[in-house]
């Protein structure tokens, strides 16, 4: 047994290390370990790992290794030889021929997320995202709202799917969706195309994105849209009614502060949102998974 100094260490150092995790798994997803060991027809050595991805043997090995002390890989040992294969988890998560794979959203992560991350301090000081400084691009002349370029966007489109394939599901068992025959998923420019005619409108993960005064704007044009009986069903991490957790929620709200002009919002907020833009019964349901549900109805 570790004394209670020796376990806040323990923490400590988990927590500093976060990153290194991160980039592990980043660069595993970069290199095509996952795919090249699914596409294998047996497990293979790290050398022949490292000659088909056309890395060097001694990093590909100690990314192998710390792989598998993350439950990301396995290891055998066959007369004296490691031989590396996927885990569940890779083979469900990581692989891109699985349906689930999250590859995607890893990539967006990696190369735009993580990158704003590294700005956190200054982003606390300014209280504004970090376009600029991780970029050198003004959030002004970016190719659209966050996005450095049509790529990076379609990156970012694709990831968000990849999330909404394991997470969707659970949101949309949150409420009797029945009374609402048609559907409209709000996507693309929001604030100034026509809203097609719908029943329900699903505003998923936008307005995460945006200032209350930009939510409030699209909330009256879908409330304008609204038939009477016609609803809104908001898609998002829900902040506790004091703000304090769930921890994966905060985070959120920190990338928001680092990438956006947005924040995550406590039930009381989105009432008060919607409720500004004439919603009269607004519902929250917690799903318990990445993803909550507000359903609004005019
Ligand atoms: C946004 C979502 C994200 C804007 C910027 C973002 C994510 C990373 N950067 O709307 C993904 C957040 N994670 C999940 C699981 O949604």
Known sequence: MSSP????????????????????????????????LA?????????????RLGTSSHGTELLLDTCVSLKLLQVETKTGKALYQNT???STYLVRASPKCQGNMLRYLARTTYLCWGHLTQAVRDGRNQYLEAFGVPSDQLF????????????????LQDVWSVSGRP???????????????????????????ADLYLLARVLH???????????????????????????????AADGRGPLTAQLYSLNMLVQTEGRERTPA???????????RHVQCRR???????????R
Not at 213 to 235: D, F, M, Q, T, Y
Request: charged share 20%.
């Open 5 to 36: 100094e020796e376990q806040a260490f323990r923490l400590l150092t988990e927590y500093s290390n976060g990153f290194m995790v991160s980039q592990v798994l980043f660069a595993a997803c970069e290199l095509g370990v996952f795919d090249l």
């Open 88 to 90: 569940e988890l890779s």
């Open 144 to 159: 659209s709202a966050i996005y450095r370029s049509e790529d990076e966007r379609l990156l970012f489109m694709r990831g």
């Open 171 to 197: 949101v949309l068992g949150a409420f009797d969706l029945s009374p609402f025959p048609l559907i409209c998923d709000v996507g693309g420019d929001f604030f100034k195309d026509p809203l097609p005619e």
């Open 209 to 239: 994105d945006w200032t209350d005064e930009r939510c409030s704007r699209l909330l009256a044009r879908i409330h304008r849209a609204c038939k009477p009986g016609g609803g809104v069903l908001v898609v998002e991490s829900l902040l």
């Open 287 to 297: 799903t318990g998974g990445l993803y909550d549900a507000i359903l609004a109805t």
């Open 39 to 51: 596409e294998a027809p047996e497990p293979l050595g790290a050398a022949a790992v490292a000659a």
């Open 269 to 279: 907020q989105y009432r008060a949102l919607l409720a500004a833009a004439g919603f």
